[in-house]
């Protein structure tokens, strides 16, 4: 099915550094949702974005809906070891009608070295 | 705290045999649901919308007779994975829709998922 492109696949950081990631489509969507997923676990709600140019925060996370709705990226800051674990985005795309179908990206595997 | 919640969080079943799993919306009613299956190292994949009061809606290639979806109420669906293969194993994850599948500002939230493995 249909997937948002996701980078970077795989992030390798040592402990303190900032990350980044984001997510692009060519389709233009309304809704922006970033998760993250520990081994074993579903995915747990991070940041829900909904109007373009949005920028929320949720503690040490920052992510923002692109202004051309067609983007999305998540920040992390100052990463510690329990930030490890794959990050999701998924975005509800216009036209999608009200199925509230999501669409995911393949997600960013993080590792963080103490 | 939790919102939604999956019964059994793991299962092995021998080949042949039917598995039920459960997903329940704790705190809010829902009449929209969604199942995921996921492969390791790989994306979540829509199975099917599970619909209170109607028929589940499935994607294409995910075959109806074996996925058996029942959304038996407001606060609960079922995925029943008929006639269980090796190839069936993976992990399957509801979701719940917090203010409504249709709504502009619809979040998803996600059960803990189902580790079913078929032998």
């Known amino acids: 099915g249909q997937q948002l492109n996701q980078s970077p696949q795989s992030m390798f950081i040592q402990e303190g550094e900032d990350v980044s990631m984001n997510c692009t489509s060519s389709?233009?969507?309304?809704?922006w949702l970033w998760y993250k997923q520990d081994p074993g676990e579903g995915p747990v709600l991070l940041i829900a974005?909904?109007?373009?140019?949005e920028l929320t925060s949720n503690g040490r996370l920052t992510a923002q809906f692109g202004i051309t709705r067609k983007d999305s990226f998540l920040n992390i800051s100052a990463s510690i070891p329990s930030d490890v674990g794959i990050y999701f985005c998924?975005?509800?795309?216009?036209?999608?009608?009200?199925?509230?179908?999501?669409?995911f990206g393949q997600g960013t595997t993080l590792q963080v070295k103490p | 705290g939790a919102v939604v919640s999956q019964h059994p969080s793991r299962v092995i079943c021998k080949s042949g045999t039917s598995v039920k799993i459960e997903c329940r919306s704790l705190?809010?009613?829902?009449?929209?649901m969604f199942w995921y299956r996921q492969f390791p190292k790989q994306s979540l994949m829509l199975m099917a919308t599970?619909?209170?009061?109607?028929?589940?809606?499935?994607e294409q290639g995910v075959e109806k007779d074996k996925f058996l979806i029942n959304h038996a109420s407001l606060t609960l669906s079922t995925l029943t994975v008929t006639s269980a293969h090796p190839e069936d194993s993976s992990f399957y994850i509801c979701?719940?829709?917090?203010?409504?599948?249709?709504?502009?500002?619809?979040?998803?939230?996600f059960g803990p998922g189902t580790r079913l493995t078929v032998l």
């Open positions: 979701s719940v829709p917090l203010g409504g599948a249709s709504s502009s500002t619809d979040t998803q939230y």
């Open positions: 389709s233009i969507f309304n809704t």
């Open positions: 974005l909904y109007k373009a140019g």
């Open positions: 998924a975005g509800r795309r216009v036209g999608s009608g009200n199925t509230g179908k999501l669409i």
């Open positions: 705190d809010f009613q829902a009449t929209t």
């Open positions: 599970s619909n209170e009061g109607s028929k589940a809606t499935y």
